[in-house]
């Protein structure tokens, strides 16, 4: 198991830009895939983005594609996301997610650890 912290959420006019980190510790963070999710008010948790285990390989949702990047650094056990020419469809609560497993990547079942999540607002 992995305890994950969110952190660099805030508001900020669209067009704009945010930079959210996750933090984990617990165990060893290079074993672990990891995710981004967010959920809006009123709508389901839906999946944003995926790092591998190395970095190498990356997953995004159609709609963030081009604006947003995730990365991680294993040896600081933290994981960001980048989210660049954000509109107020982005407004949500952000949540990252870990596994040990490689299913799923695109499911919030496929993951098994998660933060308490960071709040994004992008004001019109």
């Known amino acids: 198991q992995v305890q994950l912290v969110e952190s660099g959420g805030g508001l900020v006019q669209a067009g704009g830009s945010l930079r959210l980190s996750c933090v984990a510790s617990?165990?060893?963070?290079?074993?672990?895939?990891v995710g981004w999710f967010r959920q809006a008010p009123g709508k389901e948790r839906e999946f944003v983005a995926a790092?591998?285990?190395?970095?190498?390989?990356?997953y995004y949702t159609d709609s963030v594609k081009g604006r947003f990047a995730i990365s991680r650094d294993n040896a600081k056990n933290t994981v960001w996301l980048q989210m660049d020419n954000l509109n107020p469809e982005d407004t949500a609560v952000y949540y990252c997610?870990?596994?040990?497993?490689?299913?799923?990547?695109?499911?919030?079942?496929?993951?098994?650890?998660w933060g308490q999540g960071t709040q994004v607002t992008v004001s019109s």
């Open positions: 997610a870990a596994t040990l497993d490689y299913g799923g990547v695109y499911r919030e079942r496929g993951y098994d650890d």
């Open positions: 617990g165990s060893t963070f290079g074993n672990y895939r």
């Open positions: 790092i591998s285990r190395s970095g190498a390989g990356t």
